[in-house]
């Protein structure tokens, strides 16, 4: 039985690809290097911010000391920028009224820098209780690593087995398989149907309220 749910946050409740992608396009473009389209980004994301500044510059400006300056002004940017045009999916305000008022306790895990990911949640999310958000950072290693889910699970007092991994990429099943939780793929993000299933998704949703027939 399913006692409670852990979201992704970027593709999964979120669109903030455009955000990403403007606040990126902007460290590039003060370089004088080529920029990305919103299409590009999305194969960028799900990684880290680092690593998705790594992927966006060339080829040749990928060395440490050339990937931490653009990172750190990367990082300056988006702070700023986080939360301009980023919104919630349609159909997640639906979703997690529903769930909230079926007792299904929530939470929120994502790659993205911890105090981000906090930022975000507090303007896009202040309506529900969210048992735990957790992003990357301090002893937090980045998904697919396990130990962020675990602790999230033991924070919620509920044994993995019975909690959902909810997330739009890859790295988000492999995080539910690793961590022993239902992996469950969003379609309306930013990867595909088969890089979900190729990684382990177990249940795939074309539309947030999808979710609910797992409580009915």
Sequence with gaps: MIKGVIFDLDGTLANSIEDIADSMNKVLMENSFPTHDYATYKTFVGRGIKNLVEKSLPSENRSEAEIGK??????????????????????IVELLNALSEKGIKI???????????QKVV?????????EYVLGAGGDIPRKPDPKGAILISEKMGINPSELMYIGDSGVDMETAKNSGMKAVGVLWGFRDMEELLENGAQTLLEHPMDLMASFS
């Design 70 to 91: 653009n990172f750190e002004r990367m990082m300056q940017i988006y702070d700023d920028n986080c939360i301009v045009k980023t919104c919630l999916y349609p159909g």
């Design 122 to 130: 507090k303007v896009l999310l202040a309506n529900w209780q969210l």
């Design 107 to 117: 939470s929120v895990f994502s790659n993205k820098a911890n105090e981000l990911t």
